[in-house]
């Protein structure tokens, strides 16, 4: 168990709806960084926020966007839902904002019908 | 264009029969090279973190080394217990923020 939790584990939804993914980070841990991994991209990194202000932006659709709250929580909406974004998000947290390892979570199941 | 490329795709090996995975990289400004252990349906693992050419660091059956441009997984007499994907990313600096890229994995399979 990394201490990093995901809510929900599965989640099934219709083309051009809306969801809301949720993270919880390790206690103490700053920084929040979100993936997307399918079977023929990999894992691919979205964005990351450290201590409630975004530090990196990777490959995010503008669909997307994220925040983290003041309690360093972290959510990932995603809108406008098309059938390629049916994948495993993943949540990670680390230290701090800089080269350091990253804790994951269990991750949420995302299928698009 | 930045990449990360791990290889062989998949690696089956008889249990104590000792291998090597790779990972070799074009990121500009190296910050951190990163190995992880994922199982199915499962989030990565976290193994290591390398910052410089020569660099080395073991844990357990593991150990894993930096060149300038890849980096290998030794395993020694490895397990069925360590049957799983391994994953290796980079972060590197971009234009505006840093990029973290992770390559496709090695699938290893360690047959009893």
């Known amino acids: 168990d990394s201490g990093v939790t995901q809510t929900p584990k599965h989640l099934i939804t219709a083309t051009g709806q809306r969801v809301t993914l949720r993270c919880s980070p390790r206690?103490?841990?700053?920084?929040v960084y979100w993936y997307q991994q399918s079977l023929d991209q990999g894992l691919q990194f979205l964005i990351q926020?450290?201590?409630?202000?975004?530090?990196a932006k990777g490959n995010i659709l503008e669909r997307f966007s994220a925040q983290q709250f003041p309690d360093l929580h972290s959510e990932l909406n995603l809108s406008s839902l098309e059938l390629g974004d049916s994948a495993l998000y993943f949540c990670?947290?680390?230290?701090?904002?800089?080269?350091?390892?990253?804790?994951f979570g269990p991750g949420t199941r995302l299928t698009v019908l | 264009e930045d990449q990360v490329t791990q290889s062989p795709e998949a690696l089956r090996l008889q249990e104590g029969e000792s291998s090597s995975l790779n990972c070799s990289y074009t990121?500009?400004?190296?910050?951190?090279l990163f190995w992880y252990r994922q199982d199915p349906g499962k989030g990565p693992e976290f193994l290591f973190t390398?910052?410089?050419a020569g660099e080395e660091k073991e844990k357990e059956r593991l150990k894993a080394t930096l060149t300038k441009k890849e980096s290998f997984l030794h395993i020694t007499a490895p397990k069925p217990e360590d049957s799983a994907t391994y994953l290796c990313?980079?972060?590197?600096?971009?234009?505006?923020?840093?990029?973290?890229?992770f390559g496709k994995g090695t699938r290893l399979h360690i047959l009893p």
């Open positions: 390398l910052y410089s």
């Open positions: 926020y450290y201590n409630g202000e975004e530090r």
């Open positions: 990670a947290s680390s230290t701090s904002g800089g080269y350091n390892e990253q804790f």
């Open positions: 990313a980079v972060q590197g600096r971009g234009d505006r923020d840093d990029k973290i890229i």
């Open positions: 990121v500009s400004g190296l910050r951190g």
């Open positions: 206690s103490g841990d700053l920084s």
